[in-house]
């Protein structure tokens, strides 16, 4: 497209310095056609090629690494540099060393919908997992054990990450806080404050504080015990807790410097799973990485995302394979829960994923 104009740009010019130079080289209505045509032309490409650049909420980047395990990124102007600086932006596929898809994002996120796209579209022929390391939702970590339940050879991995513009996620999470029976019921301004955890151990839990044994313990989705509660799978549904007579499997991950500590909010948590998810690109397994915004995949289909999946591991979509947009719900919000969340997110974090403060 940007070559495209830049050509026509130059058509524009030479056919004016031919009008203006050479007025009888052809009839004047010739000529006059021939400009309208041109310019008509020229102006059409340039500004599609502007509006491409900057559509409206859009994070399709992609990350690859090279032989010698460097990354390298591509993205459009509008588009922030989330990587490591000095990286070249070459283009790299990994054909034969990509072994799976994995898809990793937050609660209301479309990581549902998301995986499904990708399954239909390549499952038939590459493993596709909605989790790196761990489950989809949870922070991810760099695995270096050749462990053949969760380790990922180098290079193996193609790892699509997806984030939700966080009024949207937050208020969603307001809704329908999954695996959080602690903030079950509450109104935003509770919720938002209300520290991230159960504030408490349960029985199972105490149990391996009362052997001693908690300090070397494997819990749940292979964390630590101070990195999440509950630790113990007997706790799982903590005192059979349900939800809409469901059974409500609880998990709160504690702060990730493993202090043990909770989260003083919702928030600090996003942040957090941020800047870990973005970092998934680092690891050893992973060979492309491409962040998205659910926005973006709502407005515009998940066609130019299958394409980019397709380009890297050199694998054509099934014909089961239809890309399909979703339909879009707005929102209008408490004009206080914008003010809180502009006051209180990290908007630093936000731009590494595309977002900013919304107007009061």
């Known amino acids: 497209m940007f070559f495209t104009s830049l050509l026509l740009i130059e058509l524009w010019t030479i056919v004016n310095i031919l009008i203006m130079t050479k007025p009888n080289a052809a009839p004047p209505l010739v000529k006059k056609i021939l400009w309208i045509i041109v310019s008509l032309t020229a102006s059409c490409h340039i500004i599609s090629f502007v509006f491409h650049l900057k559509p409206e909420k859009i994070l399709v980047a992609q990350t690859n690494k090279d032989t010698n395990g460097n990354l390298h990124h591509r993205s459009d102007d509008n588009i922030p540099s989330v990587f490591a600086e000095e990286r070249n932006t070459t283009r790299t596929t990994?054909?034969?060393?990509?072994?799976?898809?994995?898809?990793?994002?937050?609660?209301?996120?479309?990581?549902?919908w998301i995986t499904s796209q990708l399954d239909d579209c390549f499952g038939d022929r590459i493993v596709v997992k909605n989790r790196y390391t761990r489950y989809k939702h949870w922070f991810q970590y760099n695995d270096i054990s050749e462990d053949d339940t969760y380790?990922?050879?180098?290079?193996?991995?193609?790892?699509?990450?997806?984030?939700?513009?966080?009024?949207?996620?937050?208020?969603?999470?307001?809704?329908?806080p999954y695996h959080s029976p602690n903030h079950f019921d509450l109104d935003w301004k509770t919720f938002v404050n209300k520290e991230w955890t159960m504030g408490y151990r349960y029985h199972g839990d105490e149990e391996l504080i009362k052997s001693g044994t908690h300090h070397n313990a494997t819990c749940k989705h292979r964390f630590a015990f101070n990195e999440i509660i509950p630790c113990s799978k007997k706790d799982r549904n903590w005192n059979n807790i349900t939800r809409y007579g469901k059974p409500v499997g609880v998990i709160y991950e504690l702060k990730h410097d493993k202090s043990g500590q909770p989260y003083e909010s919702i928030i600090d948590l996003r942040r957090d799973k941020i800047m870990n998810f973005m970092n998934v690109a680092n690891y050893c397994g992973v060979a492309s990485f491409i962040p998205i915004q659910y926005e973006y995949m709502v407005s515009y289909g998940t066609l130019e995302l299958i394409e980019q999946v397709a380009s890297i591991t050199g694998i054509d979509p099934s014909v089961r394979c239809k890309p399909t947009p979703r339909i879009a719900r707005s929102k209008t919000f408490d004009p206080e829960y914008i003010e809180w969340m502009n006051d209180h997110i990290d908007w630093e974090v936000e731009k590494l994923v595309?977002?900013?403060?919304?107007e009061t």
């Not at 072994?99 to 937050?106: A, F, Q």
């Not at 595309?354 to 919304?358: L, N, P, T, V």
């Open 94 to 112: 990994y054909i034969n060393t990509i072994k799976s898809i994995n898809l990793i994002g937050e609660r209301h996120s479309g990581t549902k």
């Open 151 to 176: 380790y990922h050879p180098p290079n193996s991995s193609l790892v699509v990450s997806i984030f939700r513009d966080p009024y949207d996620w937050v208020d969603s999470m307001v809704k329908k």
């Open 354 to 358: 595309g977002y900013s403060k919304k």
